[in-house]
């Protein structure tokens, strides 16, 4: 799960919580209900956020649903991050893992489906279709298979550019879309003989060797 949805968290477990009570399709008496919501329930989240701001988010997200729900509680877990997904597999093998995990999305999720619960049926699909983006953590890339996680946060990549060496290479218009900023970087990029980027250098420089590949060009790249 990796800003727009902490709350996602939360609304698992409570939908977990509340799948407990009951199986069946059928509306259990009013008292049961009550008797059933006022058990103590203890919920174990691993996560490996360290000492982030996510992780104090997290700390106070799930206090406030303590607050409104008492017979809830949460035990946070951090796990280092270096064997973070090592430890989760040994969990999930020795049926020691805990209920709510912190887990990247995307193919990493796919990657570990094997450790995870789908979602399909257990979260509403009106819920999980207005998260957006679901789709490439569920089976075959197809929502209505159902997703593996919900996000926790959501991440983005924002792009400076300079509009001289844009113009000079015959780019105009700034892209609106993907497809534009790979047609308008690989224009500009053929234009030059010194790449440098400033950054996450690992994901850069990766885009940077996509462009290499289909420009069919080398070039001289340096990391700052």
Not at 104 to 113: D, I, M, Q, R, S
Not at 155 to 172: S, W
Not at 199 to 207: E, I, R, V
Request: aromatic share 8%; proline share 4%.
């Amino acid at each position: 799960m990796k800003k727009k949805s902490l709350w996602a968290l939360i609304v698992v477990a409570a939908l977990a919580l509340a799948g407990c009570s009951s199986s069946s399709n059928e509306a259990a008496p009013a008292a049961s209900e009550s008797a059933a919501s006022a058990e103590p329930v203890k919920v174990t989240i691993w996560h490996n956020l360290g000492d982030t701001q996510n992780a104090e988010a997290t700390k106070a997200l799930t206090d406030a649903y303590t607050a409104a729900h008492p017979n809830v509680t949460f035990d946070l877990v951090s796990q280092p991050g270096d064997n973070y997904f090592s430890l989760l597999q040994a969990a999930a093998v020795s049926k020691s893992g805990p209920d709510l995990v912190l887990m990247w999305t995307g193919l990493f999720a796919l990657k570990y489906k094997d450790y995870l619960t789908n979602l399909k049926g257990l979260v509403p699909d009106d819920a999980l279709a207005s998260q957006g983006s679901l789709e490439w953590s569920s089976d075959n890339f197809d929502l209505a298979n159902g997703p593996y996680v919900v996000p926790l946060d959501r991440q983005f990549y924002i792009g400076f550019y300079n509009k001289a060496a844009l113009e000079k290479a015959g780019v105009a218009a700034v892209p609106t879309n993907w497809n534009e900023v790979r047609q308008k970087a690989l224009k500009s990029y053929a234009t030059c003989t010194t790449v440098r980027m400033r950054g996450t250098q690992q994901q850069t420089l990766m885009l940077i060797q996509s462009m290499q590949r289909l420009s069919q060009r080398d070039a001289r790249t340096q990391i700052s």
